[in-house]
């Protein structure tokens, strides 16, 4: 199986991004704004709004004279002991704090040895998540989340999941046509939301975009009740633009 290497927003910011920490981790008194821009070679308007968000996520940290340094989630990610420990948790703060500007439970998979893998998840008795009535190893064909993972892999690797997950009709609204559904995947943009209006199950809607990290394919997604459903695209929307930090942990 191969994936589909379809660069989005979210990896050049995490290219970029990568670029900054490394200057940053090589000045270990610190780096200010202005060498950061003359040695990574990124516009200063660029380089602000970068700087933000690691502040934000804590991989850079500002000191009294104004410069840069490796912030505490940089240096736990970095640590060989507990790294795995320390991205799960890098990760549950990032999603809480995604759930709370979107309005909805967030959701973070994986798709692993030819399997949907839903490893973790933001929610609220607010925003709770979505009953999980059909294994969603077994749904792709109609959830958000396996559509953007199954987008991400190359022809052959959805004809081969679809072939042992065969796609049964879930709702009134799930397409259960291989060539239907294989047509609709390969027309999907990498830089577009995939979404699920009922398709998995009645009165719930849902988003995905995707985050290819390295050999694995990945998705970033969220689930509203029908009567939100007009708040779907623009979730989507901030959902896309904010899930640099999600992929920049995934890459450290």
Not at 30 to 59: K, P
Not at 136 to 150: I, P
Not at 188 to 195: F, G, I, R, S, W
């Amino acid at each position: 199986m191969a994936l589909r290497h379809e660069p989005t927003a979210s990896y050049h910011s995490v290219q970029d991004a990568l670029r900054v920490l490394e200057t940053v981790a090589r000045r270990s008194t610190g780096i200010n704004e202005t060498e950061l821009a003359r040695e990574t070679g990124i516009a200063t308007e660029r380089l602000t709004t970068l700087l933000r968000m690691l502040r934000r996520e804590a991989y850079v940290e500002q000191i009294a004279d104004g410069g840069y340094v490796t912030g505490a989630a940089f240096v736990r990610l970095g640590s060989a002991d507990g790294h795995r420990q320390a991205l799960r948790d890098t990760l549950q703060c990032t999603l809480d704090r995604l759930r709370d500007s979107v309005g909805a439970a967030v959701y973070l998979s994986r798709y692993v040895d030819g399997e949907v893998s839903l490893t973790q998840y933001a929610d609220s008795p607010a925003t709770p998540k979505v009953n999980e009535w059909v294994d969603f190893r077994y749904s792709a064909h109609a959830t958000a989340v396996g559509k953007s993972l199954l987008t991400q892999l190359d022809h052959d690797g959805r004809r081969d999941h679809l072939a042992r997950h065969r796609p049964a009709r879930l709702t009134s609204r799930t397409i259960t046509s291989d060539r239907v559904l294989l047509s609709k995947l390969a027309a999907q943009p990498p830089t577009v939301p995939v979404l699920d209006l009922q398709e998995y199950a009645v009165g719930t809607v849902c988003a995905a975009v995707p985050l290819t990290a390295g050999s694995t394919a990945g998705c970033l997604a969220l689930s509203l009740p029908l009567e939100h459903a007009h708040r779907l695209r623009r979730a989507a929307d901030t959902l896309n633009r904010n899930a640099a930090p999600v992929l920049l942990s995934l890459a450290i």
